[in-house]
T-cell receptor
Framework: AQKITQTQPGMFVQEKEAVTLDCTYD???????LFWYKQPSSGEMIFLIY??????QNATEGRYSLNFQKARKSANLVISASQLGDSAMYFC????????????FGTGTRLLVSP | SAVISQKPSRDICQRGTSLTIQCQVD?????MFWYRQQPGQSLTLIAT?????????ESGFVIDKFPISRPNLTFSTLTVSNMSPEDSSIYLC??????????????FGPGTRLTVT
């Protein structure tokens, strides 16, 4: 069974600093995808970044990058140059690709960016 | 990416009543997903809705409580029936990128924030 672990319930960072949000996963499927979502207080789930298990390079999207360490089964999200608007809940999720598998979420990390 | 809209965005309902949530996508998609997020919790999949077939429900969710319709490839509804305060949650509709050869990205609607009194 697939499993996602986010061990940081909350993180604090100062504006313009970089921050890393941790995510580890467990799966026996060699083919899977890893996702990060941002959920502001409004409740919407905003897709940030995706990493496939066979992708050779770490995914990047603007200020977001995914530090993918396959052997360690970790997929940490790095946010560079934090902004006040980055304050939100961040969820890591995974979906195995063999057969139909659902997207499974971690418990989330609340990020607070201070001026 | 797909653009997903949901109606209503929020509602306050009395226990024992039912609420139907609508999800509209701007492109045709094979599978649509309904998630629940209880207060302070992560997201849990309720069911998967394919056009032209019965929805597939996850463990702990039943059709009598959460009937789903999927009349076409761009629209789905989720009904929360006989509501109790424990049903107070955000309900989110989600779709996959329609071209799996491109990516497996999955997108969410803005959510429906339901409060049951």
């Amino acid at each position: 069974a697939q499993k996602i672990t986010q061990t940081q319930p909350g993180m604090f960072v100062q504006e313009k600093e970089a921050v890393t949000l941790d995510c580890t996963y467990d799966t026996s499927d060699p083919s899977y995808g890893l996702f990060w979502y941002k959920q502001p207080s409004s409740g919407e789930m905003i897709f940030l970044i995706y990493q496939g298990s066979y992708d050779q390079q770490n995914a990047t999207e603007g200020r977001y990058s995914l530090n993918f360490q396959k052997a360690r089964k970790s997929a940490n999200l790095v946010i560079s140059a934090s902004q006040l608007g980055d304050s939100a809940m961040y969820f890591c999720a995974m979906r195995e690709r063999t057969g139909f598998q659902k997207l499974v979420f971690g418990t989330g990390t609340r990020l607070l960016v201070s001026p | 990416s797909a653009v997903i809209s949901q109606k209503p965005s929020r509602d306050i309902c009395q226990r024992g009543t039912s609420l139907t949530i609508q999800c509209q996508v701007d492109s045709q998609v094979t599978m649509m997903f309904w998630y629940r997020q209880q207060p302070g919790q992560s997201l849990t999949l309720i069911a998967t809705a394919n056009q032209g077939s019965e929805a597939t429900y996850e463990s702990g969710f039943v059709i009598d409580k959460f009937p789903i319709s999927r009349p076409n490839l761009t629209f789905s509804t989720l009904t929360v029936s006989n509501m109790s305060p424990e049903d107070s949650s955000i309900y989110l509709c989600s779709v996959e990128n329609s071209d799996r050869q491109v990516s497996y990205e999955q997108y969410f609607g803005p959510g429906t924030r339901l409060t049951v009194t």
